[in-house]
């Protein structure tokens, strides 16, 4: 069956979106006799739009110059287009503004309210207004995934199907590569936190501004999706007790160390409770894992804990997640049949 | 809805599954519109049978004498039953012979040949005549689950559906938590391999007769399943190149930890071979877990490897896996409508 999406991001994750369904598209047909047709590829200034199809591979082949490809059409705006389009799927992959949201938050009610199911890499809008997409989608009998807006690739959302039969009582999670990294650093060399977190930029896992990463604000919305999802709680990550790492100094860790403990930057729901701070573990803990990795432990009632762990981040990751959300929505609404 | 079905083998698994379904009972009629029947249980020298519903609190409350209970048939048995009683969802519990896989695989088999949808904890069929069991299954139109017959409540089969944008290539794994309890102490105290296996019987980790956990066939044939299942391949536990811990030496342990490896008793499936053999591995490698906890690592091609880490034994967590599959089939059956 056809079915036409359009992809609102073409950047690290949306490029490489765009390379696995280029990729994958006899496996889509041959395995799930879908085709996925992608008929509008949005960025800030502009938009790639075919009604019949855009070709992916010549927007692969021209990489950075897809302005100029004939069907490039300047300053078109997904907002004003999802409504326009014929679009049975809409991935969003911005950049999140983390205050508002923005303009991703838009983006989804302009698709919901189209009745357009959702895929998002984006986190902001589900960290910021988790409950009125929610509700939105129910009311436009909309489905909406977001499996990549939590440690990637990793099935941290969709995991709860396969658990239905136990009860998720609790989440510690290690949800941050860079701020993981930096305490995997300071206690593998014993460096200080600014000589750490240099590294860590110079070798690509940390921004330019790192504010984000170890302050926790990122981990602590990724923990707000998480506990929403697989707790039924409505959190937001205003609700989220933040500390971040940039105190943890090297004696701290010395002193753990001596007790068989390490420090990690770990979230945890529990109790009603949401938090993301700088914790000692025991050493032989599963949670002690070096590195970018990306963790999360399920306190389950009958089967005491259940962990996942994999890359947190990557293009080809979060890009494989949106496909799996894209094949389950598929399956969902028998475009498979 | 209601669902009839039949539990064969009142062991531990089916014990602990009569308890979640008796305590569960609110919680699938809320949430899924589901009202499991247990219109039988079968044990070796006969059955517990009313048609119109076993009290399973009934059953709970006399414990070891269910025998007693007015209800008991004695020398009723499963293989004649299975057709002339009214089942939806057959469960297989019982202990296997390794060797036959009997009598789980034909119970299983009379089920599927009579439309029966099958659930099973006993991985004997399936290490054995996987492949003549799905194919029996596509014929009859029938469900067939097998979740706790590998790392018991690990979601390491159904993840499967949570990763269908990805491509598993291969697996390393621990699926044995015997063998990965004696290794531990082992490595962590020093102790020769008998020493290590008396601590573990002691502790009710072993069974008496060790010698499938450590010999390497348990976690062969738990193997076998995954990669079946995961892979798509059609192995039986023939095919597995098995090599058992017995002749772990401290001195071969304290070799490779000075050198920063750890032996571990991994079951491995790559390049259309399967092994389980003790192996180094780097100290800091997430497979390198400690005590009685299994751990799965699928290597995927967009998303390097992807980590499910449990318990891998006990009563409620098979059988909050068991009920994971109930759940499953019940959905996809529509019963949940």
């Known amino acids: 069956m056809n079915i036409n999406i359009c992809l609102i991001g073409k950047g690290i994750v949306g490029t490489s979106l765009i390379q696995l369904l280029y990729q994958k598209k006899k496996f889509f047909e041959q395995k799930f006799n879908l085709n996925f047709i992608v008929n509008s590829i949005f960025e800030i200034d502009g938009a790639l739009i075919n009604e019949k199809g855009i070709n992916l591979k010549e927007v692969l082949d021209v990489g950075g110059d897809f302005r100029n490809l004939p069907y490039w059409r300047k300053d078109a705006k997904a907002i004003d287009l999802i409504s326009k389009l014929d679009i049975s799927i809409c991935i969003e992959a911005t950049p999140t503004n983390p205050k508002s949201g923005e303009p991703g938050l838009s983006h989804i009610i302009e698709a919901l309210n189209n009745g357009i199911d959702v895929i998002s890499s984006n986190k902001g809008p589900f960290y910021l207004?988790?409950?009125?997409?929610?509700?939105?989608?129910?009311q436009n009998n909309c489905y909406v995934k977001f499996e990549a807006t939590v440690?990637?690739?990793?099935?941290?959302?969709?995991?709860?199907?396969?658990?239905?039969?136990?009860?998720?009582?609790?989440?510690?999670?290690?949800?941050?590569?860079?701020?993981?990294?930096?305490?995997?650093?300071?206690?593998?060399?014993?460096?200080?936190?600014p000589l750490a977190l240099k590294e860590a930029q110079e070798l690509g896992y940390a921004e330019s501004d790192p504010t984000l990463d170890i302050d926790g604000y990122d981990a602590a919305g990724k923990l707000v999706i998480l506990a929403n999802e697989l707790l039924g709680?409505?959190?937001?990550?205003?609700?989220?007790?933040?500390?971040?790492?940039?105190?943890?100094?090297?004696?701290?860790?010395?002193?753990?160390?001596?007790?068989?403990?390490?420090?990690?930057?770990?979230?945890?729901?529990?109790?009603?409770?949401?938090?993301?701070e700088p914790r000692l573990i025991d050493k032989h803990s599963p949670l002690n894992i070096s590195g970018t990795?990306?963790?999360?432990?399920?306190?389950?009632?009958?089967?005491?804990p259940i962990i996942l762990m994999g890359r947190g981040a990557g293009g080809f990751e979060a890009a494989s997640a949106i496909i799996n959300d894209l094949i389950s929505i598929s399956i969902k609404r028998g475009y498979t049949a």
Chains 1, 2 share one sequence.
């Open 129 to 138: 207004e988790y409950n009125r997409i929610k509700n939105l989608a129910k």
């Open 293 to 304: 990795l990306n963790i999360v432990e399920l306190e389950t009632k009958y089967a005491g």
């Open 233 to 276: 709680w409505l959190k937001t990550i205003a609700d989220v007790k933040v500390e971040g790492i940039s105190k943890v100094t090297p004696h701290a860790i010395e002193l753990a160390k001596l007790d068989g403990y390490v420090i990690k930057h770990l979230a945890i729901a529990e109790n009603g409770e949401l938090l993301v």
């Open 151 to 193: 440690a990637s690739c990793v099935p941290s959302l969709g995991i709860k199907e396969e658990l239905s039969g136990n009860e998720i009582i609790g989440i510690k999670a290690i949800l941050n590569g860079t701020s993981n990294f930096i305490l995997s650093r300071m206690t593998a060399e014993g460096v200080d936190f």
